[in-house]
């Protein structure tokens, strides 16, 4: 029997075991969107812009391990799904992107819609494949979606000819995982390579485990738990690392990098022996290779893909596998060997810790009545006992969520690490609720950032998705103008916002519940009343200080030493500071 294209494109999808397809119909869809009509194989969510889809998609799969899809049209429909694929790929996050394309005899003739999609999105993708032919489509999804969720995840795009959707063929979908000569990743670590790391490891005076977004797509977390609790040393994590490893134990010593804690930049800094762990080195977690060097150090690398490992800094142990698998391997080969590290020389490197950690970098005056962008946080997160979904846009809110919502778990925070994309708090929020409807999702945001994809909450009242919006409204692109007070001598160039909407009744035009918040004292008596509501959207509009920063702070150029600490450190500072070390010989025991 045969089938048409369109139809084997859903019946793939199907097959895969897909529940949710996020997107917007156009000509180039139209065969595929009249399949999903006639067959009803599964959720299809009808977004407002085709950005939002991918988002949507992307958000999906972090939540909830699986691939995320996302289905749009030719031309417009295909460059808007763009930004949402170079931002899934930026933090390797698995989505299968389906793009309607012109009728193969009119590709390369500038046809009305016509965009050469997979020329446009091959550099920012993990693979694409053009179809033009009906029998390809099962084989080229099957396809798409093992390299997609195998080795280091991304998104794949899989650009589809109208003829092929209209065109009839045999459906045969493979159950097996496909056999692709050129892609075979590698997923367990060498044997040889582990044993150099734990015994590197274990002649350490000053260790620390760092981590990143690879353990949360390895799932991994239970086995970095295990390993920083057996060997009883410091650990700290990146942004996209966060809930990996609970943030309230006392051996995680906070987020690492630009906006990272005071202990954990210079514990970075200073360790004698870095374990990487599904990171990468990334400019905004070390900033500058050379100054990260600077205090000699070991470095043992595991990661899933090759070209991470070595591309910033130099690395002395490389382990290429999946983190999973690896820690596994590790961690029996540490308890084999009856591995330990030196108790004194560890005591030594905690106490120096905890007398960084005792400086409380995160200390904010909040003897006021204004809102606190940090008190709001701090707030919901003692609300929701640390355990809700939390998803954010990107600016001074994401770091504000970073420093003071304490992680429990992995998949608990989404947001865009790699490529910075604003708007996509709000999408995210709803990915997440459809992947997992039973959790509590909340979406922090900014008067700047919710307003590039305010239209999904169209798409919320559509669907009835009570997630909870936090709009921390400082009438600024509040991370802009830090950098310009910081570095601009205070040229607030186009980063006031001088004509804002009334959220609040924006909110109740879509169907919504809205509420604007101009005091600290009811900012808890405001989340506790939306807490309650749990049938609704809620959009709650946090009038907060205007010119509060983000603390500490690592400057472009400056290493993790160099940082631009809070008011209440800099009034303590002591010449054997953070300021000074570059001019003296750094005694690491020295440092208060």
Same mark, same amino acid.
């Given at each position: 029997m045969q089938i048409s294209g369109a139809h084997i494109i859903v019946? #793939?999808?199907?097959?895969?075991?897909?529940?949710?397809?996020? =997107? $917007? !119909?156009? =000509?180039?869809? *139209? /065969?595929? $969107?009249?399949?999903?009509? &006639?067959?009803?194989?599964?959720?299809?969510?009808?977004?407002?812009? /085709?950005?939002?889809?991918?988002h949507m998609a992307d958000a999906y799969a972090r939540a909830s391990g699986e691939v995320g899809v996302a289905l749009v049209t030719s031309g417009p429909g295909a460059t808007n799904a763009v930004t949402g694929i170079a931002t899934a790929n930026s933090d390797s996050v698995p989505i299968v992107v389906i793009s309607g394309q012109v009728s193969s005899p009119a590709i390369g003739s500038d046809a009305f819609q016509e965009v050469d999609m997979v020329g446009v999105t091959r550099p920012c993708v993990k693979h694409n494949f053009l179809v033009t032919k009906a029998s390809e489509l099962a084989d080229t999804i099957k396809k798409a979606f093992h390299i997609a969720r195998t080795g280091r995840p991304g998104p794949v795009v899989v650009d589809v000819a109208k003829d092929a959707t209209q065109e009839l063929s045999k459906f045969c979908?493979?159950?097996?995982? !496909?056999?692709?000569?050129?892609?075979? !990743?590698?997923?367990?670590?060498?044997?040889?390579?582990? +044993?150099?790391?734990?015994? *590197?490891?274990?002649?350490?005076?000053?260790?620390?485990? $760092?981590?990143? =977004?690879?353990?949360?797509?390895?799932?991994?977390?239970?086995?970095?738990?295990?390993?920083? @609790?057996?060997?009883?040393?410091p650990c700290t994590g990146t942004l996209m690392g966060l809930g990996a490893y609970p943030s309230s134990h006392p051996q995680f010593i906070g987020m690492v990098g630009m906006h990272g804690s005071y202990e954990a930049n210079l514990a970075m800094q200073n360790a004698d022996v870095v374990l990487a762990i599904g990171a990468r080195f990334d400019d905004r977690v070390i900033s500058v290779p050379e100054k990260y060097l600077e205090a000699k150090k070991k470095i043992i690398h595991i990661d899933i893909d090759p070209s991470s490992i070595s591309k910033r800094v130099p690395v002395d142990v490389p382990i290429v596998g999946d983190?999973? #698998?690896?820690?596994?391997?590790?961690?029996? %080969?540490?308890?084999?060997? +009856?591995?330990?590290?030196?108790?004194?020389?560890? &005591?030594?490197?905690?106490?120096?810790?905890?007398?960084?950690?005792?400086?409380?970098?995160?200390?904010?005056?909040?003897?006021?009545?204004?809102?606190?962008?940090?008190?709001?946080?701090e707030t919901l997160a +003692?609300?929701?006992?640390?355990?809700?979904?939390?998803?954010?846009?990107?600016?001074?809110?994401? %770091?504000?969520?970073? @420093?003071?919502?304490?992680? /429990?778990?992995?998949?608990?925070?989404?947001?865009?690490?790699?490529?910075?994309?604003?708007?996509?708090? *709000?999408? $995210?929020?709803? =990915?997440? +609720?459809?992947?997992?409807?039973? /959790?509590?999702?909340?979406?922090?945001?900014?008067?700047? #950032?919710? @307003? %590039?994809?305010? &239209?999904?909450?169209?798409?919320?009242? @559509?669907?009835?998705? !009570?997630?909870?919006?936090?709009?921390?409204?400082?009438?600024?692109?509040? %991370?802009?103008r830090q950098w310009q007070e910081f570095y601009y001598d205070n040229r607030y160039s186009h980063t006031y916002m001088d004509s804002l909407p009334d959220f609040v009744k924006l909110a109740e035009a879509y169907g919504h519940v809205g509420m604007r918040i101009e005091t600290k004292a009811d900012v808890e008596p405001a989340l506790k009343e939306a807490i309650k509501l749990k049938n609704r959207l809620v959009f709650m509009d946090f009038v907060t200080s205007r010119e509060q920063n983000v603390y500490p702070m690592v400057g472009n150029g400056k290493g993790l030493d160099e940082m631009l600490l809070p008011p209440h450190m800099r009034e303590t500072a002591k010449d054997s500071d953070v300021f000074d070390v570059k001019d003296r010989n750094y005694d690491i025991r020295s440092v208060p």
């Open positions: 019946q #793939s999808l199907k097959s895969e075991g897909v529940t949710h397809v996020f =997107g $917007y !119909p156009g =000509g180039a869809v *139209l /065969e595929i $969107y009249d399949a999903i009509f &006639q067959l009803n194989a599964f959720q299809h969510v009808l977004v407002r812009h /085709e950005q939002a889809a991918v979908y493979l159950q097996e995982e !496909p056999f692709i000569r050129s892609y075979q !990743p590698v997923t367990k670590g060498h044997k040889g390579q582990i +044993k150099k790391a734990a015994q *590197l490891l274990a002649s350490a005076k000053r260790p620390i485990i $760092y981590y990143g =977004g690879g353990v949360v797509l390895g799932n991994a977390d239970q086995e970095l738990i295990k390993l920083v @609790q057996l060997l009883g040393v983190v999973n #698998s690896v820690l596994t391997d590790l961690l029996s %080969m540490w308890q084999e060997k +009856k591995l330990i590290l030196n108790s004194a020389n560890l &005591q030594k490197w905690w106490e120096t810790i905890e007398g960084w950690r005792a400086r409380d970098c995160f200390y904010y005056d909040n003897e006021t009545d204004l809102v606190k962008p940090q008190y709001v946080i +003692k609300l929701t006992n640390n355990n809700a979904i939390i998803t954010s846009d990107v600016g001074q809110h994401q %770091m504000f969520v970073a @420093q003071y919502y304490p992680f /429990e778990r992995t998949r608990q925070w989404l947001n865009s690490g790699g490529l910075g994309t604003m708007g996509v708090g *709000l999408p $995210y929020a709803m =990915g997440a +609720k459809f992947a997992l409807p039973e /959790e509590d999702v909340f979406c922090v945001t900014g008067d700047g #950032s919710i @307003q %590039m994809n305010i &239209q999904e909450l169209s798409t919320c009242y @559509q669907y009835n998705l !009570p997630i909870k919006v936090i709009n921390l409204n400082n009438h600024f692109l509040g %991370m802009v």
